[in-house]
């Protein structure tokens, strides 16, 4: 039997499944933003993943990207294919991945058309996403993030 709240064990189900050794932890203070998630770890904003649900021509898409960085709407509707992207309604982001407005994890995305993550994550060893909750992170390899995350690389963020 899991201790983790169950839309934190989702996402430790999704990392068993895809045999990723990966961190999964609690911090009792929170980690709501990039910069409280970064305290809390002892890493760098660039470091944090922020995964944020858009709506691409209609369809939710999530971009991961740096905890240090903005989304360039532009650049996401272009690596889309799409005409258009718009930040996601909290109801939209809760029906696309199955996760409250600032508990997103990046997998499992159920709902989720495409996940598109920015290249500049790759430079690190390792990243921190959401495990699913506002207290729970996952300490992740960037390419182990990209394949279970069935991510595409692009630039998405504004320069």
Do not use: Q
Request: proline share 7%; net charge neutral; with cysteine.
């Amino acid at each position: 039997m899991s201790t983790w709240p169950e839309p934190v064990e989702r996402v430790a189900a999704a990392l068993r499944e895809a045999a990723v050794d990966a961190r999964l932890e609690e911090f009792k203070e929170g980690t709501p933003t990039a910069g409280a998630a970064a305290r809390a770890v002892g890493c760098k904003r660039a470091e944090i993943v922020k995964s944020l649900v858009f709506v691409c021509d209609g369809r939710p898409v999530l971009a991961l990207v740096p905890g240090d960085k903005r989304v360039d709407a532009n650049r996401l509707s272009t690596a889309a294919g799409a005409g258009y992207a718009r930040v996601a309604k909290p109801e939209e982001v809760l029906a696309a991945t199955g996760f409250e407005p600032g508990a997103v994890a990046p997998f499992p995305a159920p709902n989720v058309a495409r996940v598109l993550m920015d290249r500049g994550l790759l430079r690190h060893e390792l990243v921190w996403i959401g495990a699913g909750s506002d207290r729970h992170m996952a300490g992740i390899a960037p390419l182990d993030l990209v394949r279970v995350a069935k991510a595409e690389i692009g630039d998405l963020t504004e320069s």
